[in-house]
């Protein structure tokens, strides 16, 4: 029984997205890279108990150190960007450092996945804009005409790699779930920075059937 309940929690993180690395877990506002983060944070949960949102639980899993260390899972629920930040100050060992405002909280960056991103199909979502805390500074929308389509516009998120805080919002409130969620918060900003220039890089088009005729013909909608 307990091996069925062992095995249910490390399927349960795997689909969380908890299980690829210690390095790929989100940290709240204010923490290290992981290594500083790890060797100051005592796991007392003195954060967690401050969040109004619940957005941070205690780590569990395989990665020895981390384990009862504060973590998110944006998808579930996203920080919010908390103007006085409670978390932070509460924490006993400044592990959680100050920051001068909400807008300088750095937990990663959010990723867009063109293939899937329905917005870049040439449907009308911008959820993740409207989710945005910072609309048109971290998400703005790049607009130009569909492909051979004169008549509909593209509104493409895209995302400001200095002003986005990595708070996941966007992420919760992405509308896609199949086969994949289109946006991503990744930790590491360079890695996320790479991996935003291969996306732009893509040439993906927004003409009907180029995405196997899943989405509407132009001018249905
Ligand atoms: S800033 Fe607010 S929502 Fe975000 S982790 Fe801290 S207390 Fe929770
Ligand atoms: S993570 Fe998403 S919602 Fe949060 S600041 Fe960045 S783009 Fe905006
Ligand atoms: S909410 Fe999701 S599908 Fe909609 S524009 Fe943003 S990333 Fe794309």
């Given at each position: 029984?307990?091996?069925?309940?062992?095995?249910?929690?490390?399927?349960?993180?795997?689909?969380?997205?908890?299980?690829?690395?210690?390095?790929?877990?989100?940290?709240?506002?204010?923490?290290?890279?992981?290594?500083?983060?790890?060797?100051?944070?005592?796991?007392?949960?003195?954060?967690?108990?401050?969040?109004?949102?619940?957005?941070?639980?205690?780590?569990?899993?395989?990665?020895?150190?981390?384990?009862?260390?504060?973590?998110?899972?944006?998808?579930?629920?996203?920080?919010?960007?908390?103007?006085?930040?409670?978390?932070?100050?509460?924490?006993?060992?400044?592990?959680?450092?100050?920051?001068?405002?909400?807008?300088?909280?750095?937990?990663?960056?959010?990723?867009i996945?063109?293939?899937?991103c329905?917005a870049?199909?040439?449907?009308?979502?911008e959820?993740c804009y409207?989710?945005?805390?910072?609309?048109?500074?971290?998400i703005?929308l790049?607009?130009?005409?569909?492909?051979?389509?004169?008549?509909?516009?593209?509104f493409e998120p895209i995302i400001?790699?200095?002003?986005?805080?990595?708070?996941?919002?966007?992420?919760?409130?992405?509308?896609?779930?199949?086969?994949?969620?289109?946006?991503?918060?990744?930790?590491?900003?360079?890695?996320?920075?790479?991996?935003?220039?291969?996306?732009?890089?893509?040439?993906?088009?927004?003409?009907?059937?180029?995405?196997?005729?899943?989405?509407?013909?132009?001018?249905?909608?």
């Open positions: 029984m307990a091996k069925v309940a062992a095995g249910a929690i490390v399927a349960a993180e795997v689909v969380a997205g908890l299980a690829d690395s210690s390095d790929d877990l989100l940290r709240p506002p204010g923490a290290g890279d992981e290594k500083d983060f790890l060797s100051k944070c005592i796991k007392c949960g003195r954060c967690i108990e401050a969040c109004p949102y619940q957005a941070l639980y205690a780590q569990t899993g395989a990665f020895g150190a981390g384990i009862g260390a504060p973590t998110l899972n944006v998808r579930n629920q996203a920080c919010r960007m908390c103007e006085d930040m409670p978390c932070i100050p509460v924490c006993p060992t400044g592990a959680l450092e100050k920051l001068e405002t909400r807008n300088d909280i750095r937990m990663g960056l959010a990723v996945d063109r293939e899937h329905i870049i199909k040439g449907m009308r979502c959820v409207r989710a945005c805390p910072l609309i048109d500074r971290a703005t790049d607009k130009r005409v569909r492909d051979n389509d004169y008549i509909h516009t593209v400001d790699v200095d002003a986005c805080t990595g708070c996941g919002l966007c992420v919760e409130r992405c509308v896609v779930t199949d086969p994949c969620v289109p946006i991503k918060i990744v930790r590491d900003r360079e890695d996320a920075i790479r991996q935003i220039e291969e996306e732009q890089a893509k040439e993906i088009s927004s003409a009907y059937g180029a995405s196997e005729g899943k989405w509407a013909p132009a001018g249905s909608y």
